[in-house]
């Protein structure tokens, strides 16, 4: 706290934004209590008594929350400014201003980590490889205690329950009974199709057999299962199929990567960037997830990834997520020491397959390679900062983010404080509950496992039973069950939407078309108003078996980030696959890229849509705040007078700028035209009409006769004396009968009839000069001897 007062009293005007970031993120975090505060129950931290210097800096602490408060204000004011303004807007000064904040910004900062505390060793002589840090055996038995209470954990409360064998539905039984091979093709959402128009999908039955299922959580929240969507299968290719395309996570001139050592941090073969997301809506929440550790809050701010090899030569990954085009960046900077692989994976495995379900998401490649002992591509690292005086950061170490899961992982609500609980007063219930607010919860063995807490209420609906607290959660009803994917609502939007198009463009609009419009607008607030067909649903579930986590909703906000960076970072070594099979490297990446998608995919996941969705739904945060829907096609509309007349008015720029069409059609027609030009000049460059004509236009007819007309100026009466000599003179002679007109240089006539494979000859001399001399005196033209090639005409 000090630190931050000493850094807001020292930075200039051009680090404030940087400050006014942090000192928002630490002052949404005000409801924690104070540390002097006493505990009200027994699972409330002990009090202990506090000296002078500590009473001191409770008190500048909280100076300092006071003098935050008006920054994080300045912070919400500038966020929401920033939103509300387009592009276009923008002048040039604003939008460089702009550009200079944000690389201070993104500005790599130098970095230490926290005390290792006897869970790594830096000695030389205890390191094993490239590595600079080692685990010691107290850092094993952290490990292994880890994997025991946490990563295990959902897979015995499966093994528990009875194993459930699902209906099958007719899509199965088609599977089981064709052998025949069916291809896929990626739709906007990465999800694959089978192009067989006989094949038929019973999506009714595939939704039923997932709410049959007897571990369902809730009736309105939806769960993942491995290669399943919410209406059936995500892939419907035969098993041929499945071994390429990036489609199935196998990405072309990819290769194994050797397994890092799993006891050291391997510091000599990763290479470590920081990712954050601009601009961060959605990603600054009201309660982050803060790690308390030496007296000092570390605030979650996003997380650092290590990859096998160098990013470089990748453009930023954009991606649209609720209406609002987001630039991920990945960032080199100095790598925190404090940290081994495996707990890495151990943290990956507990966040992405226990808490997200993110079961469709594969860093290591094909199915066959995931039975390898190969490593995976990435791994990543949560980072818990404090920000120092002089512009650095302190990372947490990650055996403390461990412990402090460790620590968290206790049932949320205990059976035996229950009547304690409900003897609270209103104010000491509110405090509690208002902790567990935007907490992730998990039941293991349940689908889905993990939910987020939005409101939990002691209610006693029966006096003589006591029950556990409710968890309220407003969740998302996933398009395929609400009025969005209803047919009915499709057809009666389309039809809305056209005749609400032609009376707004009619010159005169009747009072029945009125109403037509008014009916139909009606019907569809009936349909959106239905219980079953509303989007937003609320959900009860009961306390009971529920584990907190520690993780809060600004974490998986960050998490599902991740996949979408993976996929763009893999996508584009691709490219570079393709760079050395054609022996080309293109420098402008991001035209590469642009060029090799076509218009109708959309990055928005990259992974199984739905897992996305759900896991979004399911921990994300409550309210986002959804930005302009016009984000999607501002810029690719192609007709329309307002289109017309944007491009029409817009001026021209002596520096080239990006467009912002985001899809291949432009380089489409502009490659048209490439091909068209090469092909021409390719196949028209022997013809002399455009030079002959530019000489008429610009010097004389005399000239051009001289050049064009060379045969006629040997002779200049004429040349058909030699018709006797020549055979194939004799043979025009039946053309001219024939239309009728006797050529005064019959020789002309044969240079027309006269192939431009035919060299030179001195029948119709087949040659030009390519290259005209001008004379400085008196401007005239005179053909250059120097270099002649063949012609037709």
Known sequence: NNNCG??????????????????FCRERYRHRDSRSSPPSDRHRKRPRSRSGSRERKRVRGDEERERRTEGGNRERSYTSTRGSREPEELS???RHDEEREEEELLKPAWIRCTHSENYYSNDPMDQVGDSTVVGTSKLRDLYERFEEELVRRQERAKATRPKWEPPKTKLDLDQDESSSESECDSDGDSSCSSSSDSEVFDVIAEIKRKKAHPDRLHDELWYNDPGQMNDGPLCKCSAKARRTGIRHSIYPGEEPVKSCRPMNNNAGKLFHYRITVSPPTNFLTDRPTVIEYDDHEYLFEGFSLFSHTPLTNIPLCRVIRFNIDYTIHFIEEMSPENYCVKGLELFASYLFQDIL???????????????????????????????????????????????????????????????????????????????????????????????????????????????????VHFGIRPAQLSYAGDPQYQKLWKSYVKLRHLLANSPKVKQIDKQKLTQREEALQKIRQKNSMRREVTVELSSQGFWKTGIRSDVCQHAMMLPVLTHHIRYHRCLMHLDKLIGYTFKERCLLQLAMTHPSHHLNFGMNPDH??????????????YGDRKVHHMYMRKKGINTLINIMSRLGQD????????????????????????????????????????????????????????????????????????????????FEEAIGVLFT????????????????????????????TCSADNHSMQPSTATTTTTTT
């Open 357 to 471: 379900e993110l079961y469709d998401w594969n860093l290591t490649g094909s199915e066959d390679e995931n039975d390898s002992t190969g490593c995976q591509r990435f791994h990543f690292m949560p980072r818990f900062v404090r920000f120092l005086p002089d512009g650095g950061k302190e990372v947490l170490s990650m055996h403390q983010v461990l412990l402090y899961l460790l620590r968290s992982n206790k049932p949320l609500v205990l059976e035996e404080e229950i009547a304690n609980m409900l003897q609270w007063e209103e104010l000491e219930w509110q405090k509690y509950a208002e902790e567990c607010k935007g907490m992730i919860v998990t039941n293991p063995g349940m689908k889905p496992s993990s939910v987020r807490i939005d409101q939990l209420d002691r209610e006693q609906f029966n006096p003589n039973v006591i029950t556990f607290p409710i968890i």
């Open 6 to 23: 000493i850094l807001w009293s020292l930075e200039g005007p051009c680090k404030q934004k940087k400050l006014l970031s942090v000192c």
């Open 655 to 734: 520096d080239p700028t990006p467009s912002r069409i985001n899809h291949n059609e432009r380089l489409e027609f502009l490659g048209d035209a490439v091909v068209e030009f090469l092909t021409r000049s390719e196949s028209q460059n022997h013809d002399g009409h455009t030079l002959f004509i530019s000489l008429s236009l610009s010097l004389s007819l005399s000239l051009v006769l001289s050049v064009f007309l060379a045969l006629s100026v040997q002779e200049p009466l004429t040349d058909r004396q030699l018709i006797e000599t020549s055979p194939v003179l004799q043979k025009l002679t039946d």
């Open 92 to 94: 040039p000064v604003q």
């Open 612 to 625: 996305a969705r759900n896991s979004l739904s399911n921990c994300g945060i409550r309210q986002p705040k």
């Open 745 to 772: 240089h019959v020789r002309l006539l044969a240079r027309a009839f006269t192939l431009r494979t035919v060299g030179f000859n001195h029948l119709t001399l087949f040659t030009i000069c390519p290259r005209l």
